[in-house]
């Protein structure tokens, strides 16, 4: 959430920061190394096929167990490697994503209509064809990932969905990661990680013919891995690093915020986690308690260099000006923590994802038990897209349906402008259509 001064000239407001991240360099995955990197594996792997795939997967992966595919009998048994309390909870927020899909999908219609006497226009919802979602499995594995790619894409109707997701061992894959996947509908399971999974799907290179969009968040190599491929491939977006945002009164808990702060400053150490508040006395609590609660956090290496460097604390003058800065902000997960958040609710505009009152967390939904999608626009995105939806999987193809007896109502038009443009051909076919309709009588198929 890096901020310009152009962006901040729209805060009419007064406000003081109390807390200022002292941010040092860049996000890895614009460092020219991670870029360079890429860009070689990519051609190595276009030019090498599969071979290439699987030496970087037994370089960078130590892979060595032959076959990357989990056959369907594996993946319906992965599930068998863990509790059952973790199985129930899987399966509980593969099937609340899916019913949010599911809603949301119910609110995409199909549309036609007659707009001028003899012009029939519309549009009709189709699903992308192939889906590659990338499953990421690393520091921490993301059970919920599946759920928001592979569960959506189904839900949308994809009719081929595959998972990638890196090997934990040399012969298997996270099995709570690849239950998921199960769970949420996966056609076919792979163990390939990192950009050689995305080079992979998208280069064909599974089995499969190349993937028509590419979805799944993943580490820097990954973000950059998608970046290189878009435009070969469909993205999602590309997100990262991970982020939060509070709005937050007196009437807040400075305990709940700092913790809910430290949520998600604990995905990486360059989250960025930021308190905007009216209240000094809370500003500084929550400073406080960051501090305390970071002393005995098993993370606190991660969560406590996110604080540090990329951490920051607005004291605002009213509600209106906290609705002006955190707008600039447009965080990826934003937290609303007030007397009257319903105000807040109804005025911001720019957010991936809007949390209400202190009993909701951003954890809830990263973990799929809500069944919002996770898959979130980061670094100032939320101004301009929103984050990943049963939408995004689904195209709104335009047709028109014009009868004879329309064209005097579009040609001439469509030959004007044409003419002035100096497109003549343009010109020419609605010039003819003129033509035809004055000197050609009507047939029963023209006129129908």
């Known amino acids: 959430m890096e901020l310009t001064a152009h962006h901040m000239s729209s805060v009419t407001g007064s406000y003081e920061c109390l807390k200022s991240a002292a941010i040092g360099g860049v996000p890895a995955q614009r460092l020219p190394q991670v870029v360079e990197t890429v860009s070689e594996m990519l051609s190595v792997i276009e030019k090498g096929g599969r071979d290439a795939v699987a030496e970087y997967s037994r370089v960078l992966d130590g892979w060595g167990g032959g076959d990357v595919e989990v056959d369907a009998d594996a993946l319906r048994r992965t599930g068998d490697a863990l509790t059952p309390a973790l199985r ?18 119910q609110h995409l219609q199909d549309v036609e209509a007659e707009v001028m006497p003899g012009v029939v226009v519309g ?31 189904k839900t949308a109707g994809v009719p081929t969905v595959i998972a990638c997701s890196p090997p934990t061992s040399p012969t298997a894959g996270n ?58 491939v469909g993205m999602d977006l590309l997100a990262g690093p991970s982020e939060v945002a509070v709005i937050a009164d007196h009437t807040a808990d400075p305990v709940i915020v700092a913790a809910d702060l430290l949520g998600q400053a604990e995905h990486g150490p360059q989250s960025p986690a930021a308190l905007v508040t009216t209240s000094r006395e809370l500003a500084v609590a929550v400073i406080a308690e960051v501090d305390r609660q970071l002393t005995d956090l098993s993370t606190r290496d991660i969560a406590g260099a996110a604080w540090r460097d990329y951490g920051t604390v607005y004291l605002v003058e009213d509600d209106a000006t906290a609705v002006q800065l955190m707008d600039v902000l447009a965080p990826e997960h934003l937290e609303v923590i007030t007397a009257d958040d319903a105000y807040f609710q109804k005025n911001l505009t720019n957010y991936g994802s809007l949390f209400l009152g ?91």
């Open 123 to 153: 549009h009709r919802y189709v699903p992308v064809q192939r889906v590659g979602a990338y499953l990421p499995a690393g520091r921490f594995p993301i059970l919920a990932s599946a759920f928001m790619t592979v569960g959506v894409a």
């Open 88 to 105: 129930t909870a899987l399966e509980a927020g593969a099937e609340r994503t899916r019913t949010f899909a599911g809603l949301q999908l």
């Open 358 to 448: 202190p009993w909701s967390t951003v954890a809830y939904s990263d973990k799929g038990i809500t069944g919002t999608n996770h898959v979130l626009p980061t670094g100032g995105g939320a101004r301009s897209s929103a984050g990943l939806s049963v939408a995004r999987f689904l195209r709104p193809l335009t047709f028109q349906r014009i009868d004879r007896t329309a064209t005097m109502d579009l040609a001439p038009f469509v030959s004007e402008i044409s003419a002035y443009e100096g497109m003549e051909a343009h010109q020419r076919t609605a010039d003819l259509r003129i033509t035809r309709f004055e000197t050609h009588p009507a047939s029963t198929k023209e006129q129908s």
């Open 175 to 232: 099995p709570a990661v690849f239950y998921s996947a199960y769970l949420s509908g996966v056609d076919r399971a792979f163990v390939v990680g990192g950009v050689q999974a995305l080079a992979a799907m998208a280069f064909g290179l599974l089995g499969e013919q190349p993937m028509d969009m590419l979805v799944g968040a993943g580490n820097a190599y990954v973000t950059e891995a998608k970046r290189q491929l878009f435009g070969r």
